[in-house]
């Protein structure tokens, strides 16, 4: 396990500043959020990797067994696989905070490895998660800044799991801002801006 976990693009930064993990969508790949979040953060070290599960072509991050239903055995194998992959890209570019950003399934598997991994991310934003079941509260030893930002409409993450995934991290102790635009499951400008602003104290 470690930096070759997955297939993956990488910009290297300076030792100290940030390590930023960004995780695509389904059917999305390494290239979605890379420019993006090179621009968000010009000096860190970005990472990107591509879902090593397919699902009929289009690349994921663990596999489901149908819509909201996901296979808790590989959501728990691909957690542990990204944990170490950022670990091991923490470690090798002797980064200092360490941010993510996701989107949909991308969004979902930074949620679970903030969850059953909770010391490792300093901040993270997720765009549009699914998190189908109760997450246990498990003990951190740092404030995490959680931003979730979601749809009023979105047919694939519904309001009342959104509301209750963002609960869970306020739970925890972390600093959660949760952003609604009025539309479905797309990423739309306003979100954007409110994960600029997000960004902006590590850049």
Same mark, same amino acid.
């Given at each position: 396990?470690? !930096?070759?976990n ?5 910009? %290297?930064? #300076?030792?100290?500043?940030? &390590?930023? +993990?960004? *995780? ?7 290239n !979605? ?7 968000? *953060?010009p000096?860190?070290? +970005?990472?990107?990797? &591509? ?7 289009? #690349? ?6 149908a819509e909201?239903?996901?296979d808790? /055995? ?11 992959f ?7 570019? !002797? ?8 989107? $949909?399934?991308?969004?979902?598997? *930074? ?8 010391d &490792?991310f300093? %901040? %993270?934003? *997720?765009?549009?998660? &699914?998190?189908?079941f ?9 404030t ?9 409409r /979105?047919?694939? $993450? ?5 509301q209750?995934l ?11 801002s949760l ?8 990423i ?16």
């Amino acid at each position: 396990m470690g !930096q070759d976990n997955y297939i993956h693009n990488v910009r %290297a930064g #300076a030792a100290g500043q940030p &390590l930023f +993990v960004v *995780l695509h969508g389904t059917g999305g790949d390494e290239n !979605q959020f890379f420019d993006f979040g090179s621009r968000l *953060l010009p000096q860190a070290t +970005v990472v990107s990797p &591509l879902g090593d599960v397919s699902e009929h072509g289009a #690349a994921r991050f663990f596999r489901r067994k149908a819509e909201g239903v996901y296979d808790l /055995d590989d959501l728990e194998r691909a957690t542990k696989n990204m944990a170490g992959f950022v670990e091991a890209h923490r470690d090798h570019y !002797q980064a200092g905070k360490v941010i993510g950003l996701g989107f $949909s399934n991308g969004a979902n598997i *930074l949620a679970n490895v903030l969850i059953e991994f909770p010391d &490792l991310f300093d %901040a %993270a934003v *997720l765009m549009h998660p &699914l998190i189908p079941f109760q997450p246990v509260v498990k003990p951190s030893t740092k404030t995490q800044r959680i931003l979730i930002t979601a749809g009023e409409r /979105d047919p694939i $993450s519904p309001v009342p799991l959104t509301q209750a995934l963002a609960e869970h991290f306020t739970g925890t102790g972390a600093d959660v801002s949760l952003v609604w635009h009025p539309g479905g499951h797309e990423i739309r400008s306003g979100e954007v801006d409110a994960v600029r602003e997000f960004i902006a104290p590590y850049a």
